[in-house]
């Protein structure tokens, strides 16, 4: 028995849908949303900045420490110098422990972002899939990259950095200040004094740093279109010697990448100069202030020693987050730019509408209107006709007269701005377009083949494919002679786009995938691009056993197909001009008569 199972519809896994959720409830707000991308693992980043603070403790005793060996060196009371081993021994102790912890620590923040991030890509890659055709015909394929690729990319390091530095500043500042109001509320009313400046820094300069973000990552996602289809376009840049010109279009794009990044680094740079000074002052007015306390015997000289380091690791991480701030910034806006894709509606919603078990493959067209929604008017206006099941036609008309628009209307790419398609009698609005879609094939103008084997670019998603029925599909796309050349046969890799093969061959393996699967309904847009008598003749001799028992639909652009069809359609001014067989509209004398005799 031949199994013509499909793969299973696309649907979203649970963590999938949370971060869907996430993303849909804290809409505009990127810090919200960040924090919430976590909630599921909120219980191991919590254990995680548990092991942190173990393994940096040694860093909050060490001016203890110090301070106690210094003033035991100072004062010299009696065992000094077992007292200093104790101090020493204690501290050894503490640095030890840092190994295990460590490891600890940063296993399970990193096994949390890296799963994060893996969720993220996996949800975006979904949502491309769901998105609508018309989305993916506007949204340059380089851009959709970019967002995947390196946004998620700053997602991470913006986790990754929030776990290993802001974590670390912010403990680190609790317990400089902690210990400092233990020891002197003087002392720790200095301190304080720290915060409005670093406040102000920030708030002066947050504004700017976010907007050269946001232009060098929209210059960045440019820079992945251009590049993507300069790459695409080599074999005509170069077959037109046109490589001077195409990599001057490049240059001037870099140039601009290079100008962005330039101004984002300057105004970091010059923020980081200013934080620092300012910082590096504070400490100044630190020394002096202890040193003045110590002078008047408020403080012993060792306590000076302590706050100074204190107050120096509350000014590095003051500055430490100061210097963050345009990662922080970059992640955020790579949270806004994944969210794009997340939250965008111009998906192909098939939920809660009618799955299709059969189908017979009857069509109609009922007064139908359709305007690609940036045109000024439209393609198709008041259209209707009916296509019995099993029935060939062949739709021709002038370039732009809107055949493939019909053809792209039927497979449900696009819908219709009035009137109804009819399938079998149902609405096509309603009807669940996946399941609607395992019941057709689509054999596209352009070949589209991927790398791999040719038995992979037939077979395509489809399971269980038996030797029987591939020998079947074989023969009739008239694949056998060129499969029985190969020395490896159906198993032949090919290249990307199927470049090691010729034009009619490609077509032939793109005939064999609509065979594979078996469809009521045929799609087919004929190639247009000559070619040889005899692959000519292999292609009419496939296409004419593809037809046989199925409705088609055929942009017809040789004499042969449109000899072959039941019936004929006419397209142009916006609807169907003449619809009959051919003997009706060559006797009609009208506008296919006279295409006819053009093509003659
Ligand atoms: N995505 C789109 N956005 C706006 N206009 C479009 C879009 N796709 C096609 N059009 C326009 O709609 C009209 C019909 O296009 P369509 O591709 O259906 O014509 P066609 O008859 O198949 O032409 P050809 O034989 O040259 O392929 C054309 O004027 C075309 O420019």
Redesign the pocket.
């Known amino acids: 028995m031949i199994d013509f199972t499909r793969p299973e519809d696309i649907d979203l896994d649970a963590s999938e849908k949370a971060l869907l959720e996430t993303f849909k409830r804290n809409e505009g707000n990127s810090l919200k949303i960040l924090l919430s991308i976590y909630k599921g693992y909120y219980g191991k980043l919590f254990l995680s900045i548990v092991f942190f603070a173990i393994k940096h403790s040694p860093v909050w005793v060490l001016p203890i420490v110090t301070a106690n060996i210094i003033n035991i060196a100072t004062e010299r009371p009696d065992n000094a110098g077992m007292k200093i081993l104790v101090n020493a021994l204690f501290m050894s102790f503490f640095m030890i422990q840092n190994i295990f912890t460590n490891y600890l620590h940063t296993w399970l923040y990193a096994k949390t972002v890296r799963s994060v991030e893996q969720e993220l890509r996996s949800s975006l890659v979904r949502k491309l899939q769901q998105l609508s055709i018309s989305y993916h015909?506007e949204m340059q394929s380089g851009r959709l990259q970019s967002k995947i690729m390196r946004d998620v990319e700053q997602i991470e390091t913006l986790s990754s950095q929030i776990f290993i530095s802001v974590l670390s500043i912010l403990l680190n500042i609790i317990v400089a200040f902690g210990v400092v109001i233990f020891k002197s509320l003087t002392v720790f009313l200095f301190f304080l004094a720290t915060i409005p400046v670093a406040v102000l820094l920030m708030v002066s300069f947050k504004s700017r740093i976010k907007q050269y973000n946001s232009d060098f990552r929209k210059e960045m996602e440019e820079t992945s279109v251009r590049v993507m289809e300069m790459v695409e376009l080599i074999p005509v840049t170069r077959a037109h010697a046109l490589e001077k010109q195409e990599t001057s279009k490049i240059d001037h794009q870099l140039s601009n990448v290079a100008q962005k990044g330039l101004k984002l680094d300057m105004i970091q740079t010059y923020f980081s100069s200013i934080s620092w000074v300012a910082f590096q002052l504070f400490q100044v007015l630190c020394l002096a202030f202890t040193g003045y306390l110590a002078s008047r015997g408020s403080i012993s000289v060792g306590e000076v020693v302590m706050y100074q380091t204190y107050f120096s690791s509350i000014v590095n991480q003051v500055s430490g987050i100061i210097t963050l701030l345009p990662i922080i910034s970059k992640g955020l806006e790579s949270v806004n730019s994944v969210g794009d894709i997340l939250l965008c509606h111009d998906v192909e919603d098939n939920r809660n509408k009618q799955k299709i078990q059969e189908l017979t493959g009857d069509i109609t067209f009922d007064h139908v209107a359709f305007q690609?929604y940036?045109?000024e008017s439209p393609?198709l206006k008041d259209v209707s006709f009916h296509i019995r099941p099993g029935e060939t036609v062949a739709f021709v008309?002038g370039?732009?007269?809107?055949?493939?628009?019909i053809l792209n209307l039927v497979i449900g790419f696009i819908k219709t701005t009035e009137g109804r398609i009819l399938i079998d009698g149902m609405d096509l609005n309603t009807l669940n377009l996946q399941s609607y879609r395992s019941h057709i094939a689509v054999v596209p103008q352009q070949s589209i083949l991927f790398s791999g084997t040719i038995r992979d670019n037939i077979t395509y998603g489809m399971n269980h494919i038996s030797d029987e029925l591939m020998n079947q599909v074989v023969k009739a796309a008239n694949l056998e002679e060129l499969i029985a050349s190969l020395p490896e046969g159906l198993d032949t890799q090919i290249t990307e786009h199927g470049n090691s093969l010729s034009g009619g061959q490609r077509q032939r393996i793109s005939i064999a995938r609509a065979f594979v699967r078996n469809p009521r309904i045929l799609i087919l847009d004929e190639a247009t691009s000559a070619l040889d008598t005899i692959s000519e003749k292999k292609i009419q001799e496939a296409i004419h056993n593809l037809v046989q028992n199925r409705t088609t639909l055929i942009?017809a652009h040789r004499l042969s197909t449109i000899r072959d069809a039941d019936r004929i359609a006419v397209?142009g001014n916006g609807g169907i001009k003449e619809f009959g067989t051919y003997e009706e509209l060559m006797a009609l004398k009208g506008e296919f008569y006279r295409l006819k005799n053009l093509q003659i």
């Open positions: 015909n690609y940036d045109a393609v008309g370039s732009g007269a809107g055949k493939t628009t942009v397209v």
